[in-house]
């Protein structure tokens, strides 16, 4: 996988909605015509797409912002404006999105799963929709929402039937090499592979699967060690495991301690891991006196473990492969496919099919609240209430009376003077400031300010 990245940073910025038209009907012999200003349209949505044509994050690296075509603005005689196009954002299979704090928002394990990361603002509404029997000629419009903007940590998580775990060196890349068309790196020192590889593996006319090649794993690996995190995540999705110990160590770990140190961190990484169906092979067979090799566990015994179970070759005799191969000369390479081929085929079969939807991790903000921002200053949070405010002109009477009741409705008031609000206190909502009263409120930071008491 030339070029392959597995972490990036995607900064998404959803359309911003247009804002609503001020316009009154003049037309010959039409008298007092009245409003016809249009609505705004909706900003674009940003949305990430599950597909098999990408296998890396590398295009996000150098560019990681992605953003949608904002609504249109509104025009008179109730010209509404052109709605914003969505972006589809492809991502490869096996994408998860994260906050910047770690929150998971979403994984996108199967091809064709779509996740909303940016929702467009809505468009503002024309003069037109504000006509009202006390409101006969209104003046002002509600401008656009802006579109949610965020950035996102996309990690992927490789979606394949095989992992291969084993220490640096112990013939992963030669036996991937061997059973598939994949020509990932291969040298006699450790940690040459430094990135993942995937291969698909034909066992016969109708069985087809994917095995994936991880970089050495090391003592340490499950709390982040020799980029044990980095390369664990990988396995995550896989069918079954291959745990490949190395009969014949460079680095002199014994097979029985390469096998249960690579046990304990995928324990200690997720436990469940464990409870997948798993092969452990010998390799390097070819380095090894016939005599000196282990013995093999007995092919009856192969599908005796089920989830939760220990698997034959755990048994305390001693370290007892399921299989001893050579990738150089061939030596257990059919039997291994095949065993695979039977794992995979199992694990496919007792899997629910995919239904295509996506549980949202992000839960949606409803209503609005209020903080304490300072000494004499509160600040209005949440989008009903940014919107009752959103208009392109609040300096006057007629729009500034509007947004009063429409805060006073949505229960403002009393929430301000359940936080402590006190009569001359300042109010932040959105980009408005206007100074409080348990009357009315009277806006500030504008061309013109008022106050009215009852």
Not at 13 to 28: F, I, L, Q, S, T
Not at 228 to 237: E, K, S, V
Not at 370 to 391: D, I, Q, S
């Amino acid at each position: 996988m030339p070029g392959f990245v597995d972490e990036a940073q995607l900064h998404v910025k959803a359309g911003d909605g247009g804002a609503g038209a001020v316009a009154m009907r003049r037309e010959a012999h039409v008298d007092k015509g009245g409003p016809d200003g249009g609505d705004g349209g909706r900003g674009g949505n940003v949305w990430l797409v599950a597909t098999t044509n990408q296998s890396s994050l590398l295009p996000f690296r150098d560019h990681p912002h992605r953003g949608a075509e904002h609504g249109g603005h509104g025009g008179g005689k109730k010209k509404h404006g052109a709605r914003g196009h969505d972006l589809e954002v492809p991502v490869p299979v096996g994408t998860r999105a994260r906050r910047a704090d770690g929150t998971l928002l979403a994984d996108l394990a199967n091809p064709g799963d779509r996740w909303l990361a940016g929702e467009g603002g809505r468009g503002g509404r024309g003069n037109a929709s504000f006509l009202a029997n006390n409101r006969r000629a209104p003046t002002f419009a509600e401008q656009g929402e802006k579109g949610h903007e965020e950035w996102y940590d996309l990690e992927l998580a490789l979606v394949a039937d095989v992992a291969l775990v084993g220490y640096p060196n112990v013939g992963k890349s030669t036996l991937i090499s061997r059973i598939s068309a994949a020509k990932p790196k291969i040298a006699d020192y450790p940690f040459t592979t430094l990135e993942p590889h995937l291969g698909v593996v034909r066992s016969d006319d109708e069985t087809n699967y994917t095995v994936a090649d991880i970089p050495g794993l090391v003592e340490g690996a499950a709390e982040g060690k020799g980029l044990g995190h980095q390369f664990l995540r990988h396995i995550t999705r896989a069918r079954a495991l291959v745990i490949l110990v190395e009969l014949d160590p460079v680095t002199g770990v014994p097979p029985a301690e390469q096998h249960r140190v690579l046990v304990d961190e995928l324990r200690r990484y997720q436990p469940d891991l464990l409870d997948r169906p798993r092969l452990v092979v010998g390799s390097k067979a070819d380095m090894v006196a016939p005599d000196d090799l282990p013995d093999t566990v007995a092919p009856e015994a192969f599908d005796r473990a089920g989830p939760g179970e220990e698997p034959a070759t755990a048994a305390e005799a001693g370290f007892r492969p399921d299989l001893v191969i050579s990738a150089v000369t061939g030596q257990g390479i059919p039997a291994l496919v095949g065993r695979l081929a039977t794992l995979v085929t199992a694990a496919r079969t007792a899997e629910p099919e995919a239904d295509g939807t996506i549980v949202i991790h992000r839960p949606l903000p409803e209503g609005f609240t209020v903080e304490r921002v300072g000494e004499h200053e509160f600040a209005v949070l949440g989008k009903v209430a940014e919107r009752a405010v959103a208009l392109n002109d609040v300096t006057t009477d007629e729009a500034a009376d509007y947004v009063q009741g429409r805060l006073r409705r949505l229960g403002v008031d009393r929430a301000l003077a359940k936080a402590g609000a006190r009569d001359g206190d300042t109010v932040h909502i959105a980009e408005l400031s206007f100074t409080w009263y348990r009357d009315q409120p009277e806006f500030t930071g504008q061309p013109t300010s008022r106050r009215r008491r009852r």
